[in-house]
């Protein structure tokens, strides 16, 4: 991950990570939380339950056949924006998304942005100082060839030391 180990806690699966950053940032009701289409469920189900507790809406996004995700996803944050949640690539097909723009935009409305990098963690370079990700969650049995059962939770500094704990 390029970062230290302060910002590293390892957990048992995608699932748990996003737990814990869907406790953590600030959805109120009328958000929105912006998904890809077709995403892998682990990064969607959190965000569904955190939607309806919160009565806020899912905005799934389908990707421009012109353009790619990058575009698609960033037409879709707006003002009413809390969390932008995308994988670097999409688990189905590997079309990708350009976390640095797509972090950017989210940045310009107060959105959280959240990372699942299963697909990604270990074949491709991660710039962690460029994307500023919020939460980065991945895997570790893909390519970091850990065992199943093992992931990574990286949060960056502003989420260290006020957060909410899953017991």
Known sequence: LGTGGDSVAIIPGVSYGMAVAAANVAIGEG??????ADDFPS????????ARKRRARIVTVERDPEAGW???????ITERTAVVCVPR????????????????RARQVGAAFVIDDSQALGA????????????????????????YGLGYLYASPKWQHEGVPIE
């Open 31 to 36: 958000d929105s939380i912006v998904l890809l």
């Open 124 to 147: 491709m370079p991660l710039d962690l100082e460029r994307i500023q990700p919020d939460f980065l969650v991945s895997v570790g049995y893909k390519w970091l060839h850990g065992p």
């Open 70 to 76: 990058t575009e698609a996803v960033s037409r879709a």
């Open 43 to 50: 990064n969607v189900y959190t965000w569904r339950e955190a």
């Open 89 to 104: 690539c999409h688990w189905m097909d590997g079309t990708t998304v350009d976390l640095v723009r797509v972090g950017e």
